[in-house]
């Protein structure tokens, strides 16, 4: 792994030539990443071009946060500060320093820390900066003290073109006051000038920060624009002050963390969606035309918020009308897990509709399974049943399966013989999986299930497993009560879960072939 680049420091305007070194008012003169305080040093003179000392802040509804907007702003940046300085205590705990990480590291804010996307960097804990983009710094009169929520001042950092300002832009910095009166960085391709082509270049240079646009006074139309173009809010140069700066640049920053938010989250919601479509994609679909035969399923995953698990089933009629049918489960949980099974349900549909049946058929999947596990101690139980077209009668494999269940009228329901059960895939090579002749009558329900169903915990204190013979107990009483299909299976799998005292751990897939005169 290669080792992380320190940052080089941010060069201020003054220290670069670009711009006149002037002496300091008065405190400290500059912090160790290039920003100069607010009120610490006469570079300070560059920030704002027309800020008249002693304005008053004139009632504006369109461009500014109203009272109850800003103090929830104010509250959000102060506890921002509190887990920043709590962040850098521990980074000076580790002896490393939070300029030592690499220049294209992960802002805190992409992780839901700090103020902004630069909040750790370079710059003391709780301290927000401001880097000033203006054409004209030098006639530009003494911005006022700038204090962030907790009376910390504000640091601000000057820059008198776009190249300088893209050197400037470390990830410090929080917040970006532009004047929308600076040449553009070039013109359109048809030749017309936009007249928001600078903020478009500021926004495509720094699309983690926020940006306040400094337009000319009464000028609404413009930076309304400027704001749809993708600002956080627009400042007239005639009625800024030291009061109404601080709060905007505050609000800026609290408005492009929530919008960061908000879009991750969104971004979010849309790959979860995208993962569900996909996963309820991949369960099957019988295909059964032509079969007198009623299908029934139901699926409930164990692992948290997903739609498919390890566990697989799928059902289809060959052309000579045999109806096959097949249910099994891989161990474990995981996406891995999820994945092989929908591997394994896709190449048992294509062999059995090739014409493989029995011990053929699963030789076969064995070996997709050795190809395609991603580890030698994965394996996965299965059972398959041929019923023959007329419907009396089926062929059963098992591969160190649960046997399925069988109800039929005047009789318990009861397990089919499992005598000749076979090793699960994936365990013996060249295995055999015997097939075991079924008598099934003219009218009966054939359950197949996964372990899930049967290995709930039950009783007092959930010592015991339901088990094969509780299943059937319950399934014998809710067959007594008149349930079939799609009813006895929900019936099923909820009692199992209320049994278990909550969500079962573990995936449950169950199907059901029913069969009526």
């Known amino acids: 792994m290669p080792a992380p680049i320190p940052r080089q420091r941010a060069i201020p305007a003054a220290e670069s030539g670009q711009a006149p070194a002037e002496p300091a008012i008065g405190g400290p003169t500059g912090d160790s990443s290039g920003g100069i305080t607010g009120d610490s040093s006469a570079a300070a ?4 071009s027309a800020a008249v000392p002693g304005a008053t802040e004139a009632p504006r509804t369109q461009d500014t946060a109203d009272d109850d907007t800003v103090a929830a702003a104010d509250k959000a940046s102060e506890t921002a500060s509190d887990s920043a300085s709590d962040q850098a205590d521990g980074d000076k705990a580790d002896g490393g320093k939070a300029g030592d990480r690499p220049a294209d590291a992960e802002p805190h804010a992409a992780h839901g820390h700090g103020l902004g996307p630069a909040h750790a960097h370079g710059t003391p804990a709780g301290h927000l900066t401001l880097l000033m983009i203006e054409d004209d710094p030098g006639g530009s009169p003494v ?3 700038l204090l962030d929520p ?3 001042p504000i640091r601000v950092r000057t820059a008198r073109n776009l190249t300088e300002a893209e050197r400037l832009l470390t990830d410090d910095v929080h917040c970006i006051l532009l004047d929308l009166a600076l040449p553009a960085p070039a013109r359109a391709a048809d030749g017309t000038d936009d007249e928001l082509a600078v903020l478009k270049h500021v926004l495509r240079l720094a699309p983690h920060h926020a940006v306040l646009a400094l337009t000319a006074s009464g000028d609404t139309e413009r930076g309304a624009e400027a704001v749809l173009a993708g600002a956080q ?9 030291g009061r109404l700066l601080s709060r905007a640049i505050r609000y800026a920053v609290e408005r492009k ?8 989250l969104t971004e979010s919601k849309l790959r979860a969606q995208e993962n569900a479509r996909l996963e309820r994609g991949l369960l099957p679909t019988p295909l059964l035309e032509g079969s007198p035969l009623h299908f029934a399923a139901r699926y409930r995953p164990g692992r948290s918020r997903a739609l498919l698990g390890g566990d697989f089933y799928d059902t289809v009629r060959t052309p000579d009308g045999t109806v096959h049918a097949m249910i099994g489960d891989v161990c474990g949980h995981g996406p891995d897990e999820a994945a092989l099974g929908v591997e394994l349900r896709i190449a048992w549909r294509a062999l059995t509709l090739a014409g493989l049946c029995g011990d053929q058929l699963l030789g076969t999947l064995q070996q997709v399974l050795e190809h395609e596990r991603s580890d030698d101690e994965i394996f996965a139980t299965l059972c398959t049943v041929d019923i023959a077209p007329d419907g009396r009668r089926a062929g059963l494999c098992l591969a160190g399966h649960p046997s399925p269940l069988l109800a039929r ?3 318990p329901a009861e397990l089919l013989p499992y005598d000749n059960n076979g090793p699960a895939l994936g365990l013996l090579p060249g295995a055999r999986w015997p097939r075991m002749q079924v008598e099934l009558g003219a009218e009966w329900s054939l359950m197949l299930y996964t372990d899930g169903l049967i290995e ?18 319950m399934v014998r009483r809710q067959l007594a009560e008149g349930l079939r299909g799609e009813e006895l299976l929900r019936a099923a799998v909820n009692e199992v879960r209320d049994l278990n005292g909550g969500e079962l751990t573990d995936d449950v897939a169950v199907l059901m072939l029913d069969r009526t005169p």
């Open 45 to 48: 003179s560059t920030a704002v």
């Open 409 to 411: 009228p005047g009789r």
């Open 257 to 264: 963390r929530s919008d960061r938010a908000e879009r991750k």
């Open 143 to 145: 911005v006022p003290e």
């Open 233 to 241: 809010d627009y400042l007239f140069r005639d009625e800024l002050d």
């Open 150 to 152: 907790t009376g910390k």
């Open 456 to 473: 709930g915990r039950v009783g007092e204190g959930r010592r015991e497993r339901l088990g094969q013979d509780g299943m059937v107990a």
